[in-house]
């Protein structure tokens, strides 16, 4: 009995193991799936068998997509990610229903190209279709800056080395750091597809306020310029079928007079060799052997040349107020005109006492700086606003000496802004005085002059009488500026004047 029961003990052992086991070797043996998640901005929209199925899908809904950008493809939005998943579910969302959750929430892709610019002041992107867009965008960008022709000598090294007079490019670079990489870009980008539409974004920004002008009978590019605010440089640039000022202008025509607002900073050195005319100085010389009612020029004034040699930057068609120019010879001496007044007084009994010659305003103005100078801005607009002086660099540069124009007496000298010669802005520049150190001279009959950017050494004070050509300060970099220059104003009855004009 105790054999037979035991035996029955044994067997139901071995039924039980064997039915274990093949439990086991069931579950060892269930077929696993290999299906694929699908993330859209980190959330989980479904799980499908076969992800190019999805593709497939994308590609195929999208026509319009295809149409607009002229592509072959379009791809899943870049916030999609599909991880694949081994599983022994069975159950799997269909790719319609996941493509139709991807429509509603994001925005589909297309192969293209994502230029990076970076500079210390900012950083942005653009995306083209094709790299070749933005390489043509570029150089219609430089030619808006610089001669056509001067660019492609300078690119096929074929530049012609200067025997007298003329200039070369000795290189040229975008200042930023610019990089271009081959992407998927969302359709809901500015997406550029042309050279001319990233040329205007080049020059004019994003959505510049755009303005164009009619030519009527007798407009000129200056004066077009000057009505619309624009420097005739500006406009040209704005306008690129137009090589110079003195273009003859069609009446009917439509020019563009929007303000430029360059997006990159196309900088080139020039070495430049160059004839300067150097204005000839008025001196006055007493007689008292005749009358004051003689005055007459007895030694003509003749203007000198000098040939000249120098090296500076032009920065998006701006030259660099840095100037160090040469003199290589002197083509003809300066002589000054000399003028000879009486200073006998005739004999008038009764009459008037003080017989004082009658104020010379007009044309007996002494040269602000040292000889030598280069006038680097020039009175008129600058990049939408009045520049009502001239910028006068070189001369020695930093510490050189400014002289008073004419005789008067010092309203303002004022001396309280660094200037280190280093050349860079510093904060006065920024506080409201961006002329820095300034000094502001009354010369009677309704003219005053205005020197500014001057070193901390002024050498005058404020009701301080100074004669033409004394030296009242050293020319500096104070206020907002960007290298050692002297920016000179006149006024006439408190309007500003073309300085330029009172030399004439």
């Not at 998640?37 to 999208?62: C, P, S, T, W």
């Not at 690119?155 to 070369?168: A, D, K, L, M, P």
């Not at 079928?241 to 069609?250: G, P, V």
């Amino acid at each position: 009995m105790k054999g037979k029961n035991f035996n029955t003990i044994i067997i139901t052992l071995l039924v039980s193991a064997i039915l274990l086991v093949s439990l086991f070797a069931k579950k060892t043996y269930a077929k696993v799936n290999t299906n694929y998640q699908v993330f859209l901005n980190g959330e989980r929209i479904g799980v499908i068998g076969n992800k190019d199925d999805l593709y497939a899908l994308i590609d195929y809904n999208q026509t319009a997509i295809k149409e607009k950008y002229k592509v072959e493809n379009v791809y899943p939005p870049n916030n999609l990610k599909i991880v694949e998943t081994d599983t022994y579910s069975s159950e799997l969302d269909e790719v319609k229903n996941v493509y139709n959750k991807i429509e509603e929430a994001d925005d589909f892709a297309i192969k293209g190209y994502t230029i990076t610019i970076k500079s210390d002041e900012r950083s942005y992107q653009i995306k083209v279709l094709d790299k070749e867009i933005f390489y043509n965008a570029a150089k219609r960008f430089v030619s808006a800056f610089l001669n056509q022709d001067e660019y492609n000598k300078y690119i096929s090294n074929t530049q012609s080395e200067i025997v007298e007079t003329g200039r070369i490019i000795e290189n040229m670079q975008f200042k930023e750091n610019i990089t271009i990489k081959e992407s998927y870009i969302s359709v809901n980008d500015k997406i550029y597809t042309s050279e001319q539409e990233l040329t205007q974004f080049l020059l004019f920004g994003e959505n510049p306020d755009t303005k164009s002008y009619t030519i009527a009978l007798g407009d000129t590019i200056e004066s077009i310029s000057e009505a619309n605010k624009l420097n005739v440089e500006e406009f040209l640039i704005a306008n690129a079928k137009y090589k110079s000022e003195n273009t003859i202008l069609k009446v009917g025509d439509t020019v563009n007079v929007t303000l430029i607002s360059p997006q990159l900073t196309y900088v080139y050195k020039l070495k430049e060799v160059y004839d300067q005319t150097i204005m000839y100085g008025k001196e006055k010389v007493a007689d008292n052997t005749k009358y004051t009612t003689y005055s007459e020029i007895t030694t003509p004034g003749i203007n000198g040349l000098n040939r000249v040699q120098e090296e500076y930057e032009v920065e998006n068609g701006e030259r660099s107020q840095a100037a160090n120019p040469i003199i290589l010879a002197t083509l003809r001496p300066v002589q000054n005109q000399v003028t000879t007044y009486g200073t006998k007084r005739p004999y008038n009994p009764g009459g008037p006492s003080n017989w004082e010659n009658p104020v010379i305003t007009g044309g007996d103005w002494f040269w602000p700086t040292n000889a030598g100078y280069v006038i680097t801005s020039r009175y008129g607009w600058r990049w939408g606003s009045m520049h009502y002086g001239l910028d006068i660099s070189g001369a020695g540069n930093f510490g050189s000496p400014i002289y008073a124009a004419a005789d008067g007496v010092v309203e303002l000298a004022f001396n309280g802004c660094p200037s280190s010669g280093k050349g860079k802005n510093d904060t006065c520049g920024y506080a409201g005085r961006t002329l820095g150190n300034q000094i502001t001279i009354n010369h009677g009959n309704g003219y005053v002059t205005i020197y500014g950017h001057l070193h901390q050494t002024v050498n005058v004070r404020a009701g301080q009488t100074v004669k033409r050509g004394d030296r009242i300060g050293s020319m500096g970099h104070s206020g907002k500026s960007t290298g050692p220059h002297l920016h000179f104003e006149v006024k006439y009855n408190g309007v500003n004047l073309n300085p330029l004009s009172i030399y004439k």
